[in-house]
Each structure stands twice: as C-alpha cells, then as structure tokens.
C-alpha cells in the first residue's frame, strides 16, 4: 500500500542553524501539507502546497518558514534559523485531491522528530 | 471556544466491550469529520472518515456524525489491547480542496485485559 515517507526520522540541530526535514509523498496526490506537534500538544497545521503553490498557511509559518517542491518526488520544509520553540514532530500528509473541497482525505508520513539545542 | 473538543480520557474499558469517543466542533460550515488513531511517538494514521449525517460503518469502528448538533462520535466494538491509542477528532472546512484539518487534543483509550 502506498505511503508518505520522511526523513531524517531524528535531527538534532542548534540553536540558529538552518534544517530541511524531506517528504516523498504518495506518489498520485496532488496536495501536500505539513503539520507539527509540539510534544503532549495536539496536531497543528502549517502550510498546504498544490501546483507549486501555497494554498493556505497558518500564523506559525512564518518567514523562517519555506516549502519547496525541488523535483516530481520530494518535498521539502526548511526552517531557515531554528529556535528551541521549533522542536516538535514534523509530520507531511498528502491527499488525492480529486474529490470535492475538503472532502479529500490525508495520509500522514511517519514524521521528523525535530530537537532544537 | 476551542474548534475541536475531546474529553481527553483517559477512557478504560475492558477488552471485548465497546468504546465510545466523542467529539464537538464549533464551525457548522464544516464539511468533513475524521477519527484518527496516535499510538504513543508515532504519526496519525486515518481510521474513519465520515461527510453526512448518520452512521458509517468499517468493520469494528462505526463514525456517527450530527451536524444539527455539531457532533462526531466513534464506536469501536469488541475492543482489543491493540485498540490502545489516542484518538484524534479532526474537522476540515472545506474551502478549497487544499483546506487544513483541524485536530482535536484527543482522547485517551486503555483497554484493559
């Protein structure tokens, strides 16, 4: 059965440096998202990718945030300089896309646990 | 008011009985209602999913969904051990066909032998 990979599955980094956590998604979805879970905290979004775009983003996907779709298969979140407040499971999901708005379902990938030193 | 709410549990029940999880959700524009299951450092991994009103039914788990009274439920029959998990309630919008989902803090589920 097809599904959404990522890695690294771990990344230490420190304080300022610059991460990029990769995702392969299911390879007939059309929509890419990414949400973080800070830990013992619920499931939050951060931004969802169509046709080499952002679609939505929230209130944390700031400018130290960016989403790249760098060939047919991967695709990426860089955090251009990380703080301690960064570190949380990064999970990608991807949905087909062929359904009504907001009927697609998403698939999630087994996630980046990210620690921020 | 939180947009997806979820007693967080934990909610024990022995193994072989049913387990009820329940869930609300404030914006009645939402189109589309999902259960997602969190076993402990994993990912969320999509056991239902449900868009009208009524019962939905996929082997042990059936999804109920209320729209007049902004409710989402979860049954699961004959629980197992395995069945141990946080469950996730999570509502998309629908806007678009790239809208978010919106998790719950879900609830806690023991099963116990």
């Known amino acids: 059965e097809p599904e959404v990979t990522q890695t690294p599955s771990h990344q230490v980094t420190q304080m300022g440096q610059e991460v990029i956590l990769r995702c392969v998604p299911i390879?007939?979805?059309?929509?890419f998202y990414w949400y973080r879970q800070i830990l013992g905290q619920k499931v939050e979004f951060l931004v969802s990718f169509y046709n080499n775009e952002i679609s939505e983003k929230s209130e944390i996907f700031d400018d130290q945030f960016s989403v790249e779709r760098p060939d047919g298969s991967n695709f990426t979140l860089k955090i251009r300089s990380t703080k301690l407040e960064d570190s949380a499971m990064y999970f990608c999901?991807?949905?087909?896309?062929?359904?009504?708005?907001?009927?697609?379902?998403?698939?999630f990938g087994p996630g980046t646990r990210l620690t921020v030193l | 008011q939180k947009e997806v709410e979820q007693n967080s549990g934990p909610l024990s029940v022995p193994e072989g009985a049913i387990a009820s999880l329940n869930c609300t959700y404030s914006d009645r524009v939402s189109q589309s209602f999902f259960w997602y299951r969190q076993y402990s450092g994993k990912s969320p991994e999509l056991i239902m999913s449900?868009?009208?009103?009524g019962d939905k039914e996929d082997g042990r788990f059936t999804a109920q969904l209320n729209k007049a009274s902004q409710y989402v439920s979860l049954l699961i029959r004959d629980s197992q051990p395995s069945d141990s998990a946080t469950y996730l309630c999570a509502v998309n919008k629908g806007y678009s066909s790239a809208s978010k989902i919106i998790f719950g803090s879900g609830t806690r589920l023991s099963i116990r032998p």
């Open positions: 999901a991807s949905s087909e896309g062929l359904g009504l708005a907001g009927y697609n379902e998403q698939f």
């Open positions: 390879s007939n979805h059309l929509y």
């Open positions: 449900i868009y009208s009103n």
